[in-house]
């Protein structure tokens, strides 16, 4: 016991050296938050990191697959925003007028479905022939639309077949809009690629980026307003130009093109002769 | 007790340096003397070892709270107050009842340099490696170490140098 004690006295400064240096010890480790988590975890820093690595590499790939769904997911309901909008404009109601005929505008567009039985892409003037004619209500000047946006013009028409001039042909130019801030030009197909066309009467004030979307205008009575016809892939505009160069992608991919729409406006020839009268004038 | 309050006053004054002058120099990025360890350097030889161990851990925690690392601080200031009198009976011969203040003059010029050389570098490791918790950035440790404890030596021998006594 005397020894211990003597043991204790002797050693004393020795045993209050280690605890101060515990004390000073525990408040490295305690009191600082990143010395705290270095030596609560370096014993497994290595597999730490190995985990962090390979989950930051499978994060990776599945981000892609995500963002495809997200993507898919973004257009279903931006279809249904559309078709939504659509009805919901339909069920607004005209006042109704007793005294003249009108056709309802819901009813003012018909569909005639048809089938592609010859289409060209490759060269220079292309044209589309469908299988449905004059005799199913096909008339000259009809515009024509697929699933995916529009296709063309009606150029000529036989009892059982028609021939459309699509937008891959330099003879005729749609005129469509952006859908964002409506700013209409005319589409004109350049000659070369299939999936691109060009826009031209954008002045250069309008303000635009890539991927803004452009569908009819419903300026001419050919294809009412708001069907897509492709979005803007690319634009320039050099110092002296007035109009951008606008590359747009067509919504349409005519090599797949197999069942179109023809439309048919039941008011077309109202309008045309109203405007052909009020020329002459 | 002239010397309690020259020592209270180094206290203070080694303090206030260190925090509101010394830790503000980042000399070439990285250079940062500790010239308060000079407290325990000066201490008289003779001082009980548990109290200059207590006042080692009281400058080392007060400075270390100051620049928000108590913890390092703290356990490089008692290692130094720990190793101090090895340190002085291996480098000089202080005869029994004397009790004087560390200074070329008590210790001659050879032993006082070599005993602040190896507290300074005690300190400054003990300090740095227990700062950066790992070796990741072994060389720039190192010079962070060596560099500092070149300029923190150089400002005490400077100090004691000016002394007159």
Redesign the interface.
């Given at each position: 016991m005397k020894n211990l004690i003597n043991f204790l006295i002797q050693y004393?400064?020795v045993f209050?050296?280690l605890f101060?240096?515990i004390?000073?010890?525990?408040?490295?480790?305690k009191?600082?938050e990143?010395?705290k988590s270095?030596?609560l975890s370096s014993s497994n820093s290595v597999v730490s990191s190995m985990y962090e690595w390979s989950n930051s590499v499978v994060e990776f790939f599945k981000l892609r697959a995500a963002n495809d769904n997200l993507s898919e997911e973004n257009t279903a309901l931006k279809n249904q925003i559309i078709k939504l909008e659509n009805k919901l404009v339909t069920l607004e109601k005209v006042t109704p007028d007793s005294v003249h005929f009108r056709i309802p505008p819901e009813m003012e567009y018909q569909f005639i479905a048809a089938k592609v039985i010859k289409c060209t892409t490759n060269k220079l003037q292309n044209y589309i022939t469908l299988d449905k004619g004059a005799l199913d209500g096909i008339k000259i000047d009809m515009g024509v639309v697929s699933d995916e946006g529009v296709v063309g013009i009606v150029k000529n028409v036989s009892p059982k077949f028609s021939v459309v001039i699509p937008i891959l042909n330099p003879k005729i130019e749609i005129s469509c809009k952006f859908k964002r801030n409506n700013y209409s030009g005319s589409l004109l197909w350049n000659g070369v690629d299939y999936r691109y066309a060009n826009l031209t009467d954008i002045a250069r004030h309008v303000e635009l980026s890539l991927g803004d979307t452009l569908i009819t205008s419903g300026l001419t009575s050919t294809f009412p307003e708001g069907i897509p016809v492709g979005s803007v892939e690319d634009f320039k505009i050099k110092e002296s130009d007035a109009y951008y160069r606008i590359k747009v992608k067509l919504a349409v991919n005519f090599r797949t093109l197999s069942y179109v729409k023809v439309i048919n406006y039941l008011n077309f020839q109202e309008q045309k002769d109203l405007e052909k009268k009020s020329e002459e004038q | 007790m002239p010397t309690v309050l020259q020592n209270i006053f180094r206290f203070i004054l080694l303090v206030l340096f260190q925090v509101l002058v010394l830790d503000n120099i980042q000399f070439l990025g990285f250079v940062n003397p500790y010239l308060y360890i000079l407290f325990i350097i000066a201490l008289p030889v003779q001082t009980p070892r548990w109290f200059s161990l207590i006042l080692a851990f009281v400058i080392g925690i007060t400075v270390g709270i100051f620049s928000n690392i108590p913890g390092p601080h703290a356990f490089a200031t008692v290692l130094v107050a720990f190793s101090r009198d090895g340190i002085i009976k291996l480098f000089t011969q202080i005869e029994e009842g004397n009790n004087p203040t560390p200074s070329f003059y008590t210790f001659g010029v050879s032993a006082y340099i070599k005993y602040v050389v190896l507290l300074v570098l005690i300190h400054n490791f003990t300090l740095f490696i227990l700062e950066s918790f790992s070796f990741i950035n072994f060389w720039l440790l190192l010079s962070k170490i060596i560099l500092s404890s070149v300029v923190t030596i150089l400002l005490i021998l400077g100090f004691q140098s000016i002394k007159t006594k």
């Open positions: 004393s400064v209050l050296f101060l240096e004390i000073s010890f525990t408040l490295i480790v009191n600082q990143y010395q270095v030596f | -």
